[in-house]
């Protein structure tokens, strides 16, 4: 089945008492099976509960894994696939990672002994320098945040498998629609479900989703130990916004794409960083790897200094001032001061993350009010009088 049909259909099957098409929400904190109790496939919610079990069904499939676990939050899925690590163990990570990853990897797991080494993973003579025989673990993410760089899955894997380490990939910003990053060879899949999963603003969560059936044992032993589950509400809204994944992604992807071309040719812009554009570095990785789907996240680096980027981001009206991506709204931050304000400052100078850094998230608006309402910020920022595009130059479907 294509992945639409099984993002709708895959762990959403028809409850057998009654014949309703949608399954009924689980809320049910316990359970009091009959016979042998040791063998009930549902005892606590911790364990294991029918509306967390579907969502899980229904990512194992669009991942092509054999397990996936659904937890409370994004950080709590990357804190439990962490623990797979012992004292001693080294990990390697991307220089463009979300800021809540770096402080888990320097400001937590350093406290067990677990040192990280930052790297930039688009740079593979640079990970073979850095990988150490006491490497454990790669950890990237496909594309970065906030740069939106890109990994070559495949060659990190070989790397990774060749070193006896794994390879975890977080894909939040790619979707199971642009990139299925076990199938090139990862161990481990990382969502927060909260993103595009979820789509709508109204949930937290995020997912594991592992190749084998003995990865997916051992996060599961951690996950029903420390209890940073899923709760089946969350759980039944992010089933509900997973049957409208594709379409709305694509959707997001088509206006990101318009509005990279637009603020290419802006002349207080320093830097467009997006996939889509040939401009990109690695447009001919996204090209394959992405599979024509860019992203529906655009960062932009403004000729201007901290204070303006901050300005900047409170001139919008469409786009709103928040942290977080992949909703039906279109959001707008300064990484800098928001979503990786968490880096120390040598290490976010480092990683390229500037202070007139602005991350957008592309919404369904319609793409000719969110040009424009870039443009008013601009204009009330940076006053330089541009052109809006005409939407009929961009073959956009409106």
């Not at 316990?30 to 911790?46: C, H, I, K, L, V």
């Not at 420390?226 to 049957?243: E, H, N, Q, W």
Request: aromatic letters at 8%.
């Amino acid at each position: 089945m294509h992945l639409s049909t099984r993002s709708i259909h895959i762990g959403n099957e028809k409850d057998p008492l009654t014949g309703a098409v949608i399954p009924p929400l689980y809320l049910s904190s316990t359970f009091a099976p009959d016979g042998d109790f040791s063998q009930a496939t549902y005892d606590y919610s911790r364990s294991g509960n029918p509306t967390r079990a579907g969502l899980e069904a229904t990512l194992t499939s669009l991942e092509e894994g054999t397990g996936a676990l659904a937890f409370s939050s994004g950080m709590a899925a990357i804190h439990c696939a962490l623990q797979l690590l012992r004292t001693g163990d080294h990990v390697l990570a991307g220089t463009d990672i979300y800021g809540g990853t770096y402080r888990i990897l320097h400001k937590i797991l350093n406290r067990s002994g677990i040192e990280t080494t930052l790297v930039p993973l688009n740079d593979l003579a640079a990970v073979e320098a850095a990988i150490r025989p006491n490497t454990r673990l790669i950890w990237a993410e496909n594309p970065g945040n906030p740069l939106l760089s890109l990994v070559d899955i495949e060659a990190l894997a070989e790397i990774a498998h060749e070193h006896d380490a794994l390879l975890a990939v977080d894909n939040t910003f790619a979707t199971p629609v642009g990139t299925q990053p076990l199938t090139l060879g990862a161990d481990i899949v990382m969502h927060s479900a909260t993103k595009f999963l979820g789509g709508h603003s109204d949930l937290l969560g995020g997912a594991l989703v592992v190749k084998s059936q003995q990865l997916y044992k051992d996060l599961y032993f951690i996950q029903n130990a420390t209890g940073a589950v899923m709760a089946p509400f969350d759980a039944y809204l992010c089933s509900r916004g997973i049957k409208t994944l594709e379409v709305r992604f694509r959707e997001q992807c088509k206006s990101a794409l318009w509005i990279a071309q637009y603020l290419v040719h802006h002349p207080a812009v320093r830097r467009v960083h997006y996939p889509g554009l040939a401009s990109h570095p690695q447009h001919a990785l996204a090209q394959k790897q992405l599979r024509g789907q860019f992203g529906a996240v655009v960062s932009f680096e403004l000729d201007a200094d901290y204070a303006a980027a901050q300005q900047f981001v409170t001139r919008t009206h469409l786009f709103q001032r928040a942290v977080s991506v992949g909703a039906v709204e279109s959001l707008i931050e300064q990484p800098a001061s928001m979503s990786h304000a968490s880096y120390d400052k040598a290490d976010r100078v480092k990683a390229g993350i500037s202070d007139g850094l602005i991350r957008l998230s592309v919404g369904l608006e319609h793409v000719h009010d969110l040009l424009g309402d870039l443009q008013g910020a601009f204009q009330a920022t940076v006053p330089v009088s541009v052109e809006l595009p005409r939407l009929a130059e961009a073959n956009h479907a409106y």
